[in-house]
């Protein structure tokens, strides 16, 4: 698409701004009576049905469990490994059988850039950045989310990518 460049120059005599004042009133009025494309957040919020987020949207952490409950990370370590935030704190177990769990996995909210690299390397499709926002906390300590808090979790996960559009286009 061709640019074009509208040059403005300085008058060079006395002019009344009156017309321009004018017109520029005439288009912020002509939008008090426009329908309305705000969201006035907190106020309408997306549980209403005001407005929904991607599902590839990228936000706090989730992580799956099976049916017994017990969260589905193997402790492989790729999470942590690949994370470039490097928020990810995981402590491996193993138990008599010889499989492994994690003793300890935290993921620090407030340090991670959200890039989704931990739910696309999860062998096990257990962590997960999830299509949820609302983690406003007082104590900086609270964005330190640990197992048991992801694991408890509600929101939808996110898809990372779009089915119906994989290229984003
Ligand atoms: S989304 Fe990215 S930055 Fe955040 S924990 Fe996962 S890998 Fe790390
Ligand atoms: S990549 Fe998945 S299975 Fe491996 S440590 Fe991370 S959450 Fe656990």
Redesign the pocket.
């Known amino acids: 698409m061709a640019i074009s460049v509208k040059v403005m120059r300085r008058p060079d005599r006395e002019v009344s701004y009156l017309r321009a004042t004018l017109k520029g009133m005439a288009l912020t009025f002509s939008h008090v009576f426009r329908r309305k494309v705000t969201m006035q957040y907190p106020e309408q919020t997306e549980q209403e049905g005001f407005w929904s987020l991607s599902p590839r949207w990228?936000g706090t952490?989730r992580m799956l469990t099976d049916e017994q409950g017990r969260a589905k990370c193997v402790a492989c370590g790729l999470?942590p490994q690949?994370?470039?935030?490097?928020?990810?704190k995981l402590i491996p177990g193993e138990d008599e059988e010889g499989n492994r769990y994690p003793l300890i996995y935290e993921?620090d909210e407030f340090?991670?850039?959200?890039?989704?690299?931990?739910?696309e390397?999860c062998p096990e499709e257990a962590?997960h950045?999830g299509v949820h926002y609302e983690n406003a906390e007082y104590e900086r300590e609270r964005f330190v989310y640990d197992l048991e808090r992801l694991c408890a979790q509600t929101h939808p996960v996110s898809t990372l990518w779009d089915p119906s559009d994989p290229k984003g286009e």
Request: net charge positive.
């Open positions: 990228r952490h999470c690949i994370c470039p935030a490097n928020c990810i993921i340090r991670c850039v959200f890039c989704g690299y931990c739910q390397v962590i950045v």
